[in-house]
């Protein structure tokens, strides 16, 4: 291999303490690295599972320089740490993904914009800048329509259905008047999600593709293999791969799509790290998208992608906290994962459990059936 390659006895760092912070902290100690976290929450899973815990602000220059002094590579959590901080540490050690890659995923706008020049077909939309947009847009795209703020959008926020003309301008209010971008409503057969992996070389790899099912904005649960044509998953994992070739990316990239009613792959959204999509990787998969991340940023050859048996991945939220255990571990198929986190909210993601077995149909059975009896549904 042609990039540098950062083995076991280094010392890496991830921008960000959540959960898929402390997974990435998990594979990473398993394998012989030492890891550095920078997050702002004394109390982050992350945190308790890091070497050394910087516990500062993503904006705090003398954190910022402390941690790019200490790691021999660095990756991030979650897209919304800001581009200017990933600027600082990439001067003194290797960042991957690059700020770049960051800012695109940043702005739904910009997103979009840039997966139409690569070659993907994101769902019509228009940009709206201002009031006066809003006719222009609605004559363009049509009702029923989804209005989605540009930035800081994730799990169904800043996003609103719309059926006229009245409530769009009452959503825009609703945003904060800021930029956003107005969606077609397409009739949607399902949603799937895609997962590649690229290194400095540019060797790539991709994970099988989930079919994703969500409440209130949430992602729910994943199934895999996704219920669609080869045809379809193949068509996923090419425009992905595309896109990440387009960013000269380096890392873990999860790209969303919607599959239309008449077959139709729409790009929706891409994120520049792990996806709570390809949690069932942990359990299901030859190698995890944790331990793929830490191959990546480390210029490392990409590991087996192979999925090992059919699993649905099902996300636990603070709105069942706390459950019945005994329903988890009645099963002899389910694989249960917590985050650490000490404080359960509605909406928060707490842990998520993989049922794995001999068919899709087999594990998507247990899984609601579990899942009805923890919540008490």
């Given at each position: 291999m042609s990039g540098k390659q950062i083995l076991p006895g280094s010392t890496l760092g991830v921008l960000g303490g959540g959960q898929l912070g402390r997974m990435f902290c998990v594979a990473a100690r398993t394998m012989g690295y030492r890891v550095v976290v920078l997050d702002p929450d004394p109390h982050c899973g992350a945190g308790l599972i890091a070497d050394i815990h910087i516990q500062a602000d993503y904006t705090d220059p003398a954190a910022l320089e402390k941690m790019a002094e200490q790691c021999d590579a660095i990756?991030?959590?979650?897209?919304?740490?800001?581009?200017?901080?990933?600027?600082?540490?990439?001067?003194?050690?290797?960042?991957?993904?690059?700020?770049?890659?960051?800012?695109?995923?940043?702005?739904?706008?910009?997103?979009?914009?840039?997966?139409?020049?690569?070659?993907?077909?994101?769902?019509?939309?228009?940009?709206?800048?201002?009031?006066?947009?809003?006719?222009?847009?609605?004559?363009?795209?049509?009702?029923?329509?989804?209005?989605?703020?540009?930035?800081?959008?994730?799990?169904?926020?800043?996003?609103?259905?719309?059926?006229?003309?009245?409530?769009?301008?009452?959503?825009?209010?609703?945003?904060?008047?800021v930029s956003c971008v107005l969606e077609k409503q397409i009739n949607i057969h399902c949603e799937i999600s895609a997962i590649v992996a690229r290194n400095?070389?540019?060797?790539?790899?991709?994970?099988?593709?989930?079919?994703?099912?969500?409440?209130?904005?949430?992602?729910?649960?994943?199934?895999?293999?996704?219920?669609?044509?080869?045809?379809?998953?193949?068509?996923?994992?090419?425009?992905?791969?595309?896109?990440?070739?387009?960013?000269?990316?380096?890392?873990?990239?999860?790209?969303?799509?919607?599959?239309?009613?008449?077959?139709?792959?729409?790009f929706n959204e891409m994120a520049p790290r792990p996806h709570n999509s390809g949690h069932y990787t942990k359990d299901a998969c030859v190698t995890s998208q944790f331990e793929q991340q830490v191959r990546m940023m480390c210029g490392l050859t990409p590991g087996d992608t192979r999925l090992l048996s059919p699993v649905v991945m099902v996300n636990m939220l603070g709105d069942l906290w706390l459950p019945d255990w005994s329903a988890i571990f009645a099963q002899n198929n389910i694989k249960l994962h917590l985050y650490g986190k000490t404080e359960a909210r509605p909406g928060r993601k707490m842990g998520h459990f993989n049922v794995l077995a001999e068919d899709v149909g087999a594990a998507l059975a247990t899984a609601e059936s579990v899942f009805s009896e923890l919540s008490g549904s």
């Open positions: 990756t991030l959590e979650f897209e919304n740490i800001p581009s200017q901080s990933v600027r600082q540490v990439a001067a003194k050690t290797a960042v991957y993904p690059a700020a770049e890659s960051l800012e695109i995923a940043q702005n739904r706008d910009a997103e979009k914009q840039f997966a139409r020049k690569a070659g993907l077909q994101p769902v019509p939309y228009a940009t709206i800048s201002q009031l006066e947009d809003l006719s222009p847009a609605a004559a363009e795209i049509g009702f029923p329509a989804i209005l989605k703020s540009n930035t800081l959008g994730y799990d169904g926020k800043g996003q609103f259905v719309v059926n006229d003309l009245g409530e769009l301008e009452s959503a825009f209010a609703s945003a904060g008047a400095a070389d540019a060797r790539l790899a991709s994970f099988p593709v989930a079919e994703n099912q969500h409440r209130n904005g949430i992602l729910h649960m994943s199934i895999v293999p996704a219920r669609v044509s080869d045809e379809i998953r193949q068509q996923a994992v090419d425009k992905a791969a595309l896109l990440a070739g387009a960013l000269d990316y380096v890392g873990i990239l999860a790209v969303e799509f919607f599959v239309s009613e008449d077959n139709v792959l729409y």
